[in-house]
């Protein structure tokens, strides 16, 4: 069953080189049914990687830019009156897609990003007076970028925490930019093929749930997380001032989910530390809310999820 993980990786790096850390998160996303952010710079093939991926797996893709102007409905879709047939009719929106893109959006305004995220929740939009189920699976891709600061509108950290994981991706190697270059400048790209089907897919997530993890393991990853909220009882006062809100509720449940992911997507079937520690900061980054006095010293949470990593007793 792993085998059917390296063709869609195998198929996605037709288009995209490098950027493995952003495939690995977006497959666990996938197979755990969750959503992800991804902050970057533009170029980094963020787009590309979805469009790519949501071709390996045979499913619908739509990409919307969020602006300043934007409204819900552009988003969600809308009743719209028709004078020929004196009645209204429902125009869906991109959000009834199975891979939805949403870019840039912190550029949109509050009431655009909350109906967003509560369609991520509930899997479902109502126009009208009829509720739509969206079709399954629902995954939704946002992007920020995090060098504007102008016209934008910073996600909340309670609507941040809807968000499994949030990846903050770097530059390409020198190496790879070179690559790309050639391939671009050549236009010598493969065409992808869809190498899995809805039946495979759902066989992946059977297996992703029935990874072992022992429950040294799972007091290990409840641990990491308490070490968030109550620094001084794991000798880490260096750090209790840091930190105004330790990591969420939501950050224990995903992390039982995404650990098993991570462990399946390495060809194993029980989850180990080194699991936990590969995702451990793109699940809690965006769940941990630091004090004036961190950001007025330049402490950023990957630090302080570094020092927990460090400090906690490894099962």
Do not use: W
Not at 185 to 194: A, L, M, P, T, V
């Amino acid at each position: 069953m792993i085998s059917k993980i390296e063709l869609i990786k195998k198929e996605v790096s037709k288009v995209v080189v490098g950027q493995e850390k952003m495939l690995d998160a977006l497959l666990i996303a996938l197979l755990c049914e969750g959503h992800i952010l991804i902050e970057g710079v533009p170029g980094l093939a963020k787009t590309t990687t979805v469009n790519a991926l949501a071709q390996s797996l045979g499913l619908n893709f739509k990409r919307a830019q969020f602006t300043p102007d934007l409204l819900p409905s552009d988003i969600l879709g809308a009743e719209i009156y028709d004078p020929q047939s004196n009645s209204f009719k429902i125009k869906k929106g991109p959000i009834f897609t199975n891979l939805l893109l949403a870019d840039e959006i912190n550029r949109s305004p509050a009431k655009v990003q909350s109906a967003l995220l509560e369609v991520m929740q509930e899997k479902q939009v109502t126009l009208g007076d009829t509720t739509f189920k969206l079709d399954l699976p629902f995954f939704v891709m946002a992007t920020q970028n995090p060098v504007e600061q102008e016209g934008v509108y910073q996600l909340p950290e309670a609507q941040l925490d809807r968000f499994m994981l949030k990846l903050v991706v770097d530059y390409n190697t020198k190496e790879q930019e070179l690559e790309i270059a050639r391939r671009i400048s050549s236009g010598n790209f493969e065409k992808i093929n869809s190498v899995i089907t809805h039946e495979d897919l759902a066989e992946l997530k059977k297996a992703v749930k029935a990874v072992h993890v022992d429950p040294q393991v799972e007091e290990y990853m409840i641990e990491l997380v308490n070490a968030t909220r109550n620094p001084n009882e794991y000798g880490l006062d260096e750090i209790k001032d840091y930190i105004q809100f330790g990591a969420s509720p939501r950050v224990s449940i995903d992390m039982f989910k995404a650990v098993k992911a991570m462990a399946f997507m390495r060809g194993k079937d029980f989850v180990t530390p080194v699991d936990i520690a590969y995702i451990a900061k793109e699940l809690m980054r965006h769940r941990i809310v630091l004090t004036y006095e961190a950001e007025a010293e330049g402490i950023t949470t990957d630090e302080i999820i570094q020092k927990v990593l460090e400090t906690v007793a490894i099962p």
